[in-house]
């Protein structure tokens, strides 16, 4: 976005190599055609000062940094094996947000979609186990497409690993997130769309 970038790296294992798969973000700025490329960040366990944003709640194969999107000053970072912000549901899925201001300064966790995020500007999904949302996430001005490739339909979860894409607005610096839709097998009401042409095992959202 811009003259910034923003790399996923899924298996980081922390600052110190004291977990497994926790996951981490770096972030760059560059000028021209990649020149004077510098690393002004890490977000991830254990990350510390800088710029660098300690997020102490990311767990072992959380997989932070599984899908990293960048739009204005805007961050969206998906942990395909994030297990719930309440009780255990192994690889539920989240998406962690994050705004900043210009070289990556100031970077602030502002919300995270999940099963069982709640409070502040935390936004709680239904979400089944290992449905691996975040696995893809997509961000531009005022939206955010999710992937859940492991979904197994809306209707009775019959169908194995169909996949879907659920999708959002916000205001600001993510504040007032509301689900929108759900593109996906069985998904009918509202604006969701329901594809009736996904089949076991398409990872739709991948």
């Known amino acids: 976005d811009g003259n910034l970038l923003a790399v996923g790296a899924l298996g980081d294992d922390d600052l110190v ?41 990311i767990g072992n194969e959380d997989k932070f940094g599984r899908s990293v999107a960048l739009d204005g000053s805007h961050i969206a970072v998906g942990a395909s094996g994030d297990d719930g912000g309440g009780t ?35 936004f709680a999904i239904s979400l089944d186990e290992s449905d691996q949302f975040g696995t893809s996430v997509s961000l531009d001005g005022g939206h955010i497409a999710i992937g859940a490739p492991l979904d197994d339909d809306g209707n009775t979860n019959a169908t194995t690993s169909v996949g879907a894409v659920h999708l959002f607005s916000y205001t600001g610096d993510f504040t007032n997130i509301t689900k929108e839709a759900t593109i996906g097998k069985g998904y009918s009401g509202g604006k969701n769309l329901d594809n009736s042409n996904l089949e076991a095992f398409d990872f739709f959202g991948n």
């Open 17 to 57: 190599n004291g977990s497994t798969d926790k996951g981490a973000v770096y972030l760059y700025s560059f000028t021209g055609d990649f020149t004077n490329i510098t690393e002004d960040a890490i977000i991830g366990a254990g990350y510390t000062g800088g710029n660098n944003l300690n997020i102490a709640m």
């Open 88 to 122: 255990f549901l192994k690889n539920t899925g989240a998406v962690y947000l994050f705004s900043y201001t210009g070289d990556f300064t100031n970077i602030t966790q502002e919300a995270v979609i999940g099963r069982e995020y709640t409070g502040g500007n935390n």
